[in-house]
């Protein structure tokens, strides 16, 4: 399958770009469909053509053909993108360009999401639902200006809902899904979910929504034995407990809306419960006098989850002129650890004991200022950005060094940060907008980020666009706290850490091409560079007279990338193709060894079509990505003389294909979608390094996927 899929991508590739070539292309004013108006990163929310940064723009419609069921179910077709799934905790995180979720940012509504390790990095995505989602929007690159520390990567923006075009939008969803081969109806295999949302605009002036949704994954078993398995094996294939943990999750949102005279504000409530279920794979006896027979038991665990997210926002005119957006808001995420002795024949549980695990509150403010001058050619914003962490972990975690008072981590983290930006039309065609931001920092020395873009709008619907940015990362709670020492355990981190410092530039060019019979074509092609100094690495600083690791500035991370992407919409066909390739170097040196500092390189390859037949009022719609194999040096130790060396880790190719069928009935009120994820049945990916264990060489399998999938989603809809 490989071997078919390499073969594919060159010859799509070329298709594509021999078909917009054929065409005579007639310049046109007109565009059929209105340009599409964002938010992240603008002075003030305008047309995709207007902005100087590439924003790419995952639209509802796009997301409800996927029938996605968090983000990383949209994630995972993206370019550039790749997003990590961990079967041990059940979590899911995002990498881009090669760098993992700490330097990628995730907002709703321009506000940070909190995460177990701060404030919009390394945030779960299987926590993100996606039933009150207006569109996503993604930015790549330096965004440390404007949304400050750890926007080294990117950023999406999740764009909620806060209107409706009817004076009540009432939607009740019920889904069911295959979990590899395992499924049982509504009960014990599978995933189930079931969601109601209900928006009321009152009258001009009110508005307000509210929805719930139950989402209940039953793990993946694979070869493993599930919850009821007795028997005590060494083979893992055959051991008691999951491939995959269950998970049950229970989101709820609510919000309201007051605008009147230019003058808006809104009120949004989030709150997640999540359950994820451990069931370990050592069974042990116990002889029961109760039942005067030996019992099969386990020790089991369940860790609780609760995330609350509060914002206030207001957006209006200050002295009649000057524009403010400013947003308030208070999130905390609390997780609990129940400990338990599972008797597996009888179901009973006993010596329950359960324990704080970890929490994160977040108090955050951000604002900004603009429209100063009348003239439209030149805008000025400033703003502001407050964020006051606090992370608690307990010493059950086994990972943190407790204080002199008591056996948990309670540290705080602020920081206040003031930016500005212009924007400045030299003429109707060229704009330049650059940009800068100060950080008071209360663990770390102060930190500054920059930024300059220019867009220049050539002659038949040319658009070109340059911009560098600098941008800072701040280490996170694990990497300045963690303390898991044992006789077999050294690791360590380090307060002594400063924040990593990173430069990037990119240009691109993009080209409409609008016909006459109302084909509408666009291409674009984006060159990247990006540089990260002082990196963080976990390394080995020490080896006798046992391994010692530690947090430590080391590493510096290079990256190149070239990508390209295609569009062709026609009448009720859409199409889209793209290709990506990047050039990797780390160079890592931990005072004991160097690695390679070479480039490697990986390439990527999506495409998705969407096919409507408005007679059958159905539409047809397939996704394709192709992950090319992944390279990266990685500390080991060498297996005869104990030293220290550099390894290079190959993750093998794969290819994610989902494929979905859209009917609609009785003049849309209800919506069937029916559809497929991972058709080439992506369970275990090839890798030369022990997943488990990275100072441990040798072949393994990652487990990324669950195997092919089967979906049936309902959707009632009441629009009155």
Excluded at 242 to 261: G, V
Excluded at 641 to 655: A, T
């Amino acid at each position: 399958m490989q071997r078919i899929t390499k073969l594919f991508t060159p010859i799509a590739f070329s298709l594509s770009i021999s078909l917009f070539a054929q065409e005579h292309v007639i310049d046109s004013t007109k565009n059929t469909k209105l340009d599409e108006v964002i938010v992240t990163g603008q002075i003030e929310p305008q047309s995709i053509k207007k902005s100087v940064f590439n924003v790419r723009v995952i639209s509802k419609e796009d997301i409800q053909r996927q029938a996605a069921n968090n983000l990383g179910d949209v994630l995972n077709q993206y370019l550039n993108i790749v997003v990590r799934p961990n079967s041990s905790d059940g979590r899911s995180s995002v990498s881009m360009f090669g760098l993992d979720g700490q330097y990628f940012k995730i907002l709703v509504d321009n506000v940070p999401m909190v995460s177990d390790t701060g404030l919009g990095n390394n945030v779960d995505l299987t926590q993100i639902n996606l039933d009150d989602v207006e569109q996503l929007e993604i930015i790549e690159g330096s965004m440390g200006v404007t949304h400050g520390a750890n926007a080294v990567s990117g950023v999406i923006n999740i764009i909620t809902k806060k209107s409706t075009k009817n004076k009540w939008d009432i939607t009740a969803t019920v889904q069911e899904e295959t979990i590899g081969n395992e499924y049982e109806p509504l009960g014990k295999e599978g995933r189930h979910i079931q969601a109601l949302r209900a928006a009321h605009e009152i009258n001009d002036n009110w508005f307000f929504s509210i929805g719930a949704n139950r989402n209940d994954f039953q793990g993946f078993k694979d070869n493993r034995g599930g919850k009821d398995f007795t028997e005590n094996t060494s083979d893992i294939e055959y051991q008691r407990g999951y491939s995959w943990l269950p998970k049950e999750q229970f989101f709820t949102n609510a919000l309201i809306r007051y605008q009147k005279n230019g003058m808006r504000l809104f009120y949004r409530f989030e709150y997640l419960n999540e359950d994820i279920d451990y069931y370990n794979p050592i069974v042990s006896n116990e002889f029961s006098e109760q039942a005067n027979s030996v019992m099969r038991i386990s020790t089991d665990r369940r860790y609780y989850t609760d995330k609350f997210y509060h914002h206030l926002n207001g957006v209006g005119k200050l002295f009649s002129t000057l524009d403010y957006n400013v947003s308030l808001s208070y999130q905390t995420q609390q997780r609990e650890l129940e400990q338990f002795k599972y008797y597996i024949q009888t179901g009973e549980e006993a010596n329950n004991e359960t324990k704080p695990y970890q929490e994160t509150d977040v108090i955050y403010s951000t604002g900004t200022l603009s429209n100063f001058f009348k003239e439209k050619k030149f805008d000025l914003q400033f703003g502001y950005e407050f964020v006051n962490t606090n992370g608690y972990s307990s010493s059950v975690t086994g990972l943190f060094n407790p204080t002199e008072n008591s056996q948990n981590t309670d540290r705080r983290l602020e920081n206040y940060d003031f930016f500005g930006v212009a924007e400045i039309s030299l003429s109707d065609r060229f704009s330049i907008r650059p940009g800068y931001r100060y950080s008071f920092q209360s663990k770390f020395d102060d930190q500054w980020a920059g930024s300059f873009g220019m867009r220049y709008l050539f002659n038949h619907n040319i658009e070109a666009r340059a911009s560098y940015g600098r941008s800072y990362r701040t280490p996170n709670y694990d990497e300045l706290y963690t303390y898991f020492v044992d006789a077999n355990h050294n690791v360590q981190g380090n307060e002594q850490l400063i924040p990593e410092t990173s430069n990037s530039a990119e240009a691109s060019i993009k080209k409409m091409s609008f016909f006459d019979s109302g084909l509408k074509l666009s291409n674009n092609i984006n060159f990247a560079y990006m540089a990260v100094n002082d990196r963080i690495e976990l390394a080995v600083v020490q080896t006798t007279p046992m391994l010692e690791s530690k947090y430590i500035n080391i590493s510096k991370y290079q990256m190149w990338n070239v990508s390209t992407g295609h569009q062709v919409g026609y009448k009720n066909l859409s199409a889209k193709v793209g290709f990506t390739i990047a050039g990797i170097s780390r160079k890592i040196d931990n005072g004991l060894a160097v690695s390679d500092d070479k480039f490697l390189t990986n390439y990527q390859f999506n495409a998705n079509l969407a096919y409507t037949v408005p007679k059958w009022k159905t539409t047809f719609s397939a996704f394709y990505k192709l992950n090319g194999k992944q390279q990266q040096y990685i500390e080991s130790t060498d297996a005869s003389s104990g030293d220290v060396i550099y390894v290079l880790q190959e993750l093998e190719s794969f290819g994610l294909l989902d494929a979905s069928v859209k009917k609609t009935f009785f003049d849309k009120a209800f919506d069937v979608t029916l559809g497929a994820r991972n058709l080439l049945n992506i369970v275990n990916v090839r890798s030369n390094i022990g997943a488990s264990d990275a100072h441990t060489t040798g072949s393994t399998n990652n487990l990324l996927g669950y195997g092919r999938s089967f979906f049936l989603k309902l959707t009632y809809n009441i629009n009155l």
